[in-house]
């Protein structure tokens, strides 16, 4: 079956399109786009919106669920997320209201987290750095990028962008999705791909068919000294099963996400052994908050000119 059209928002061709936003430097973007546009900031902790702000139409959010947020907005049609992850808020929404994300905004710097953090893993970046912290020079011998055979479990934007990076260190790549298409193999293949792979890359939306893929049996199909990657969320690998391989020394690993997150102290992740951690900061570099700027301005201006709302989150 072809794919149901974009939505389009109900907007008069006068109306005034009210937009509930949790930043001031976002609330004058947004205010820019047209006289027709009037941005509401909002700061949750002083209660629920009032006035003109609860008349909104479109919400751009900050952070988990809120049903008590949406229920006080009777005019709602669309939630715009900041990010490109949309599972607090998919399918949990109030009906006639639409989802969209911020696909493509945080492409480059989580492309540019795995890569970097592939190659300080493969290296011992880390271990050298707690070396020299410890004043101790300890030259030794580790992994390469270079050649190395490299799984990327998912497809899209950012999958693709970290194998064009990657593609620079003569890697053989293979990409995994859900659907099997033209040089895409299917998630029903992983079984026979992961023993073949030296670095495993997983950036794959939350789903329920992702939520906890990455288990026990994933985990001891992967060969002997290979790396997970895990520039996802954290939901989709079993805690306990990867830090049972990082114990066992059989795999290694790089993570920018937890489960659960953050990370509490005492956790076995602290102190598991071959493994390199980020606090979730993949996307954190100055350019992804224009670029996301840029992303809800466009969205605002197709709203205004009638015309189908992109990126609308339905696969979930």
């Not at 794919?3 to 976002?26: I, S, Y």
């Not at 002083?46 to 609860?54: F, I, K, R, W």
């Not at 004043?135 to 064009?164: K, M, Y």
């Amino acid at each position: 079956m072809p794919d149901a059209p974009a939505p389009v928002l109900d907007l008069g061709p006068d109306e005034t399109l009210h937009v509930l936003v949790t930043t001031t430097a976002l609330a004058e973007a947004v205010a820019a786009v047209s006289p027709r546009v009037r941005a509401h900031r909002f700061d949750r902790r002083d209660g629920l919106p009032t006035g003109e702000a609860a008349q909104s139409q479109v919400l751009v959010p900050r952070g988990a669920l809120d049903t008590e947020l949406l229920e006080a907005l009777p005019r709602l049609q669309l939630v715009q997320l900041r990010s490109a992850g949309a599972e607090a808020w998919a399918g949990k929404l109030p009906a006639g209201v639409v989802l969209c994300n911020a696909r493509g905004a945080h492409t480059p710097a989580t492309a540019e987290w795995a890569v970097a953090a592939t190659l300080a893993a493969q290296r011992g970046l880390s271990h050298y750095v707690r070396e020299a912290a410890a004043g101790r020079w300890s030259p030794g011998s580790a992994h390469s990028l270079v050649g190395a055979r490299v799984l990327v479990v998912g497809a899209g934007d950012i999958g693709r962008r970290i194998g064009a990076m990657m593609a620079g260190f003569d890697v053989e790549l293979t990409w995994v999705a859900r659907t099997a298409r033209d040089g895409v193999h299917g998630f029903e293949e992983l079984p026979a791909l992961l023993p073949h792979a030296d670095v495993v890359v997983l950036i794959v939306p939350v789903t329920p068919q992702t939520t906890g893929m990455v288990d026990a049996a994933f985990l001891a199909a992967m060969a002997d000294d290979a790396l997970l990657v895990n520039a996802a969320r954290g939901v989709v690998v079993d805690t306990d099963a990867l830090v049972a391989e990082l114990t066992a020394g059989r795999l290694r690993a790089a993570l920018d996400v937890t489960d659960p997150e953050p990370l509490p102290a005492g956790h076995p992740l602290w102190s598991a052994p071959g493994l390199l951690l980020t606090p979730h900061v993949g996307g954190a570099v100055p350019d992804t908050d224009d670029r996301t700027t840029a992303a809800i301005t466009a969205q605002l201006e197709r709203v205004l000119a009638g015309q189908p709302l992109q990126n609308v989150v339905t696969d979930y």
